[in-house]
Nanobody, 117 residues
């Protein structure tokens, strides 16, 4: 019912910045929550940041002050601005969509972020 397509990953040096984008299409009901998760090699997928359709945000402690999540409800887009990147931020980043109106969550295909030291 919901398709998610991420873009914006890549290779960056430590201290650099990247901006991830995710476009949701399909049947989009509100209220909903969109977010970003990441999975590094050999590790479990972990929450990075979420934002509700009302604009409330939540961040994991390791990215607070460096990453900013935002969304454009009219375009069904969510963004993740990542600054001061560290090698430990290297992972595949996945877009996520959840709503109480139908079963989920939904996931994008992932985009690779690699931070070199």
């Amino acid at each position: 019912q919901v398709q998610l397509v991420e873009s914006g990953g890549g290779l960056v040096q430590a201290g650099g910045s990247l901006r991830l984008s995710c476009e949701a299409s399909g049947i989009i009901f509100s209220p909903n929550t969109m977010g970003w998760f990441r999975q590094a090699p050999g590790k479990q997928r972990e929450l990075v940041a979420t934002i509700t359709s009302g604009g409330s945000t939540n961040y994991t402690d390791s990215v607070k002050g460096r990453f900013t999540i935002s969304r454009d409800n009219a375009k069904n887009m969510v963004y993740l601005q990542m600054n001061s990147l560290k090698p430990e931020d290297t992972a595949v980043y996945y877009c996520n969509f959840q709503t109480r109106w139908y079963p989920g969550p939904y996931w994008g295909q992932g985009t690779q972020v690699t931070v070199s030291s």
